[in-house]
């Protein structure tokens, strides 16, 4: 039956009550601080009277009928718990608010994200840093680091773009190398992986286009096919010569005849 007493102390402490004498001027008996302490919380007792000191007998039961409300004590023991923590939960608070990071490791968590499940190349990481306003410093620190761990090569980038790009979209290796640059991939590296496609299967590739499209411009002259056909193969990178090749091949097997068709740009 310790804790009553514990409360008027925190009470007290609260309040700023003197300690150590009772009411009448006492010896601070703990009657008199148990009476006291249920004046203050039943707001019928003075708050300025003395208070009760920790470890005498308690009898643990309400005095002068005053409820002993529990609600007001909860209210009380937060406020005393903020009182006298105060300087503690204001340093919790502030751990909690952690302070800006630091540049290098905003930078690593940016690319980390960045790179989840889609390749990018240096260039595109270092944009999407510059962005964010990291510090040229810090962001060369973590994309060199990357680098060497592997997690940026714009060489395998390239090659995977090539044999994605062109199988996926058909487009010839002028389109793809195009495509890299905008990347920011090195010329080098754009040169070796767009080599990678020779000119029997950039060739293979553009019939094979043809003949998808083919069935979608029957009903047209034979001009207006061309033209269609020729022109699909130029927006996909395909040179113009090696473009009016293939359709005229195509009109051809279907009986178009394309010995007058002239040789001009489309």
Request: charged share 40%; aromatic share 4%.
């Amino acid at each position: 039956m310790t804790r009553r007493t514990d409360w008027a102390e925190y009470e007290f402490a609260a309040s700023g009550a003197p300690r150590g004498r009772g009411t009448e001027g006492g010896d601070g008996s703990a009657v008199d601080g148990d009476a006291a302490y249920d004046g203050i919380a039943d707001g019928s007792g003075p708050r300025d009277g003395g208070g009760a000191r920790a470890g005498g007998p308690r009898d643990g039961g309400p005095r002068d009928g005053g409820p002993r409300g529990g609600r007001g004590r909860r209210r009380r023991t937060f406020g005393e718990a903020v009182a006298e923590d105060g300087d503690a939960s204001s340093s919790s608070r502030a751990e909690r608010e952690e302070p800006p990071a630091d540049p290098v490791e905003r930078a690593r968590a940016i690319c980390l994200r960045l790179l989840t499940g889609t390749p990018r190349t240096r260039k595109q990481l270092a944009d999407a840093l510059r962005e964010r306003e990291i510090p040229d410093e810090a962001a060369e620190e973590v994309l060199s680091r990357f680098e060497e761990v592997g997690l940026i090569n714009d060489s395998a980038f390239a090659d995977a773009w090539v044999e994605s790009r062109h199988h996926g979209r058909g487009l010839a290796r002028r389109a793809l190398a195009r495509e890299l640059r905008t990347k920011g991939v090195d010329p080098t590296l754009i040169d070796a992986a767009v080599s990678r496609l020779d000119s029997e299967q950039e060739e293979e590739t553009a019939r094979e286009l043809v003949a998808r499209k083919l069935r979608a411009t029957r009903g047209l002259d034979r001009d207006k096919r061309l033209r269609r056909l020729a022109g699909m193969l130029a927006r996909k990178g395909y040179p113009e010569g090696l473009a009016l090749r293939v359709v005229r091949q195509a009109l051809e097997e279907e009986g178009e005849d394309t010995e007058f068709l002239g040789d001009e740009g489309f």
